[in-house]
């Protein structure tokens, strides 16, 4: 009877071991996801804090759009970047969508001066084809989430035009296959950064680039997490910031980081109304510390997605009368609130390594 007992107390011993290693297995694993940009200087330090942090996020693909940047070069700079942090099995592919309201070309050159920084053009560049994807990015985001064990997280710091594509070709099955969208676009409660002939300044860029796309997720059950203006005006990218890095000079990350956002320091005092902000990464920190940044769960929306206020995202609590093609009302979540100093000793201490 004894040994009988001891047996089975040994047995559940082993179990409740297993059971052990498994949670400290499970909690321990990174979350994957996939990072999809269009290549602003933004969204190059966006990168490098997603690749700062493996024990958190596992970064296993790339799609850039050809909104804020000449695609091939911010293709280029990506494939400079990880090849230069030791990340070659990351694949990049380039999606070939087309803008229904392209941003100006001086934006879309400002990548340029990221590309050409020494630091990152010593790797022999016959070795970035490697992860070079030849499939269009759009389709390629599809080959990612359907491969993948699990629902994916998806990074979108551009236009929501590859994920749209992707609902839109393969419906529910790809909705299934999306965990949530962490979306910097939007302007909620505050005026959008759109200037444009025939518009009325109510949208934020990303959204208006392809209005229709917004429109598309919008009407889908994708998870979505909006990043929009209202919190990301809260964190410009300002010279002490920039100057906190080169005390950080012996870690790579930082060098970079700081090199990346100094190309955009002078808006500060060239556009002291609109500096540069940390759209992007701030983005990616809200998803990396979530404690970071407050949260709105339960705000319920809409997309605007034809006339003079396309890719305005509007809260139903607003009181907004639309005759243009609106998607459906639905609940999203939004950061709303950030402690910019919190923010940026959060970049600063990550970007360590």
């Not at 071991?17 to 200087?41: E, M, N, R, S, W």
């Not at 985001?141 to 997280?153: G, V």
Request: net charge negative; charged share 15%.
């Amino acid at each position: 009877m004894l040994s009988s007992a001891y047996g089975y107390l040994q047995g559940m011993k082993r179990v409740v071991v297993l059971l052990l290693i498994t949670f400290v297995i499970t909690a321990a694993k990174p979350q994957k996801v996939i990072f999809d940009h269009d290549g602003g200087i933004d969204d190059f330090v966006t990168l490098l804090l997603l690749l700062s942090k493996p024990e958190l996020v596992s970064v296993v693909g790339i799609t850039i759009l050809d909104a804020d940047c000449r695609v091939e070069v911010a293709a280029n700079t990506t494939l400079k970047l990880l090849h230069s942090l030791g990340f070659k099995d990351i694949p990049v592919a380039i999606s070939t969508l087309p803008a229904i309201n392209p941003f100006p070309d001086i934006w879309r050159w400002s990548g340029l001066a990221v590309d050409v920084q020494p630091l990152i053009n010593y790797v022999d560049p016959n070795s970035l084809n490697q992860n070079l994807v030849q499939q269009p990015g759009q389709d390629f985001l599809w080959e990612l989430l359907r491969t993948q064990l699990e629902p994916i997280t998806i990074v979108a710091t551009g236009p929501l035009s590859n994920v749209a594509y992707i609902l839109t070709h393969y419906g529910d099955e790809a909705a299934a296959r999306i965990k949530e969208v962490w979306w910097m676009g939007g302007a909620l409660y505050v005026q959008g950064n759109v200037d444009y002939p025939g518009h009325d300044g109510s949208a934020e860029w990303n959204a208006f680039w392809d209005p229709a796309a917004v429109g598309v997720v919008w009407n889908s059950s994708v998870p979505i997490v909006m990043v929009p203006l209202d919190v990301t005006n809260r964190v410009p990218v300002t010279p002490d910031l920039i100057y906190r890095f080169g005390r950080q000079a012996g870690h790579l990350y930082s060098v970079l980081a700081g090199t990346i956002w100094s190309k955009v320091i002078s808006w500060v005092y060239e556009r002291p109304h609109e500096p540069y902000f940390a759209w992007d990464t701030l983005t990616a920190a809200c998803l990396l510390s979530r404690q970071l940044c407050t949260r709105v769960d339960d705000l319920v929306s809409y997309a605007v997605v034809s006339g003079p206020s396309q890719g305005r995202v509007v809260a139903t609590n607003q009181c907004v009368a639309h005759s243009s093609e609106v998607s459906r009302q639905r609940t999203t979540a939004a950061v709303m609130q950030v402690d910019a100093e919190e923010f940026y000793d959060f970049v600063l201490e990550a970007l360590k390594r």
